[in-house]
């Protein structure tokens, strides 16, 4: 009976123990993902609610392996907390009803699902899960295009670039775009992806771009850009555009005269430039003119020194060699002239006093031109025929006929014309014709003369004598003579000029003024004889000299001792004049 009472109350006690689990239920609330970027902390919480006092609770963490198994990392009880992984750690508390796994320095192999499991001591037990998605942010993109140029005749997708974009994760998206319009692959367009994972586990992706390029894609910009994922949505980088280079037949030529501008004339270098429309390697340019090619490089032509025979029609011709297809485009050239000018009559013209003459002018030009004439630099005349009435010598002269093209700069001709009036010498009187010079120095006199022939000219003194030292020039005035003479006293000089129709002279007076350095060594010179004679005259009467006593000379000395004397003679004269030391004139007795 005894053993019957304790079964039953064993089977009591299992019955409320189940019952009193069920009304102890564990609930667990986590997020579905956690997402983070590579390198960062990973926090991921589980919040759970329970019946079961503190110390009843039981937590534990796990992450679910590919293969489906659950791997522990933690485990906690009211006795004990064990962590079973680097890296993790766990934070909250029982009493607040939420834990949080803390991931320290994502990586790439973190990206797992983590289960938070909670347990009661009655058989309560809950779980959720989490899965951890770890980010990469990947290098900015670069472009590169290709370094050749495409033609438009290849009638195919050619390669325009390679886009590039490294070391993201999840993998990065590249786009092209054209002008900021996205290209997909279609007929004419051509994109190719390839997908590398690196050691580290992030992606790199290369995208290449090929297009069957058209005329229009010489000034069309294209670039690429990356997309990629980030905890917080979606990233995008694009790169810097890219411009290709189309090769494509000309379609129409020009040409046209860069230099000079305005018209031309012979003696200058002309530049023409020939130019399509197109940018084709194949394409040759060439300039003809009457059969003849010109070499074009770089577009321009270059014909130095033109004459009027490079008048003329010019042609400019594009041939492509790949489609044999020529164009061209024409223009003409006129090459303006101007010949030498001719004056007539063509030889020096002699006349005579009082009478007329006529000159005429003339060049050959392909424009409209003007004449002047000029003499001595001053402009006489204009017009082509030079009058010239009542010839006198300010008619002689070189006169120069100039023939210029207004409607060109710098374009002129030139030429002399001689006119000789004959007649008897005529010297043009200088302003000056009395000269004074120091003596001893030498003096230039100049004497111009017209007349025709052209006058000789001699140079003589008031006496008559020739002097040797000159010469003679031809001027635009006249003949000028020229004398060297050396003043040695005043003096008279005369310039006679004579041709085979009369003479003519001009008289120079030249005065010659002392020298004070002649001055001064006279007066030198007369003190030092002062002197002389005063020494002599002490020794004369010391008996020195001349066979005087001693006595004599004393006694004389006492009675003259304030009468030294110096004889002075002239050149001029006989007369002899004693002074004494006091400079006072002495009677001839004293003598």
Not at 332 to 358: F, H, K, R, T
Not at 464 to 474: A, D, N, Y
Request: charge should be negative; aromatic fraction near 6%; proline fraction near 4%.
């Amino acid at each position: 009976m005894a053993v019957r009472d304790t079964a039953s109350l064993l089977v009591g006690l299992v019955v409320l123990l189940h019952t009193w689990g069920a009304w102890a239920d564990v609930e667990v609330n986590m997020e579905d993902r956690v997402e983070v970027l590579r390198g960062n902390k990973g926090n991921i919480s589980c919040m759970f609610k329970s019946d079961e006092g503190i110390g009843g609770i039981i937590i534990e963490w796990f992450y679910l392996m590919p293969t489906g198994e659950k791997k522990q990392i933690f485990y906690q009880d009211a006795t004990k907390k064990l962590v079973l992984r680097d890296r993790i750690s766990v934070s909250g508390s029982v009493a607040d009803g939420e834990v949080i796994l803390t991931i320290d320095n994502v990586q790439l192999q973190d990206e797992l699902e983590f289960i938070c499991e909670i347990k009661d001591l009655v058989g309560g037990k809950a779980e959720g899960s989490t899965k951890l998605r770890v980010f990469e942010t990947p290098q900015p993109p670069t472009i590169e295009a290709v370094s050749t140029g495409i033609s438009v005749n290849e009638n195919q997708p050619s390669k325009i670039g390679m886009c590039e974009v490294k070391n993201g994760y999840p993998k990065p998206n590249i786009t092209w775009y054209r002008n900021n319009m996205p290209l997909r692959s279609s007929k004419d367009v051509s994109v190719i992806h390839r997908t590398t994972v690196e050691s580290s586990g992030l992606f790199s992706v290369k995208s290449e771009l090929s297009k069957e390029v058209t005329k229009e894609d010489k000034d069309a910009q294209f670039y690429c850009e990356a997309s990629y994922f980030v905890p917080w949505g979606t990233g995008m980088r694009e790169t810097n555009t890219i411009n290709i280079t189309v090769y494509y037949p000309p379609t129409a030529v020009r040409v046209w005269v860069e230099s000079p501008k305005g018209k031309i004339k012979e003696g200058d270098s002309i530049e023409f430039h020939c130019e399509g429309n197109g940018n084709s390697p194949s394409s040759l340019l060439s300039i003809w003119h009457e059969g003849v090619e010109h070499v074009v490089e770089n577009n321009v032509c270059v014909l130095r020194n033109v004459t009027r025979l490079h008048s003329g029609i010019y042609r400019c011709t594009s041939l492509d060699m790949e489609t044999i297809e020529e164009i061209s485009e024409t223009m003409e050239l006129s090459v303006n002239y101007l010949d030498p000018a001719v004056v007539e009559p063509n030889n020096a013209i002699v006349v005579a006093q009082g009478e007329d003459l006529e000159a005429t002018c003339n060049a050959l030009s392909s424009l409209k031109t003007n004449t002047a004439w000029f003499k001595n630099g001053k402009e006489v005349l204009q017009g082509h025929t030079l009058n010239l009435k009542n010839a006198s010598f300010d008619t002689a002269g070189t006169y120069v006929c100039v023939v210029t093209v207004p409607e060109i700069k710098g374009m002129e001709t030139s030429a002399t014309f001689q006119v000789d009036v004959k007649g008897p010498p005529k010297i043009i009187e200088p302003d000056n014709t009395e000269v004074e010079e120091s003596f001893e120095n030498s003096v230039d006199l100049s004497c111009v003369v017209r007349g025709f022939p052209a006058p000789s000219i001699t140079w003589s003194t008031a006496d008559g004598k020739v002097l040797k030292e000159s010469s003679q020039t031809v001027t635009d005035e006249g003949v000028e003579g020229v004398v060297k003479v050396k003043v040695t006293s005043d003096i008279t000089v005369v310039c006679t000029a004579s041709n085979e129709y009369g003479t003519d002279q001009l008289t120079f007076s030249i005065k010659a003024k002392g020298s004070g350095v002649v001055i001064a060594v006279i007066i030198i010179c007369i003190l030092l004889l002062a002197i002389l004679g005063s020494v002599l005259y002490f020794l004369y009467k010391t008996g020195r000299i001349c066979g005087r006593s001693g006595k004599e000379d004393l006694t004389k000395e006492k009675s003259n001792k304030d009468n030294i004397v110096v004889e002075m003679k002239s050149d001029n004269t006989e007369e002899a004049i004693l002074l004494g030391v006091n400079g006072e004139k002495q009677p001839s007795s004293d003598q």
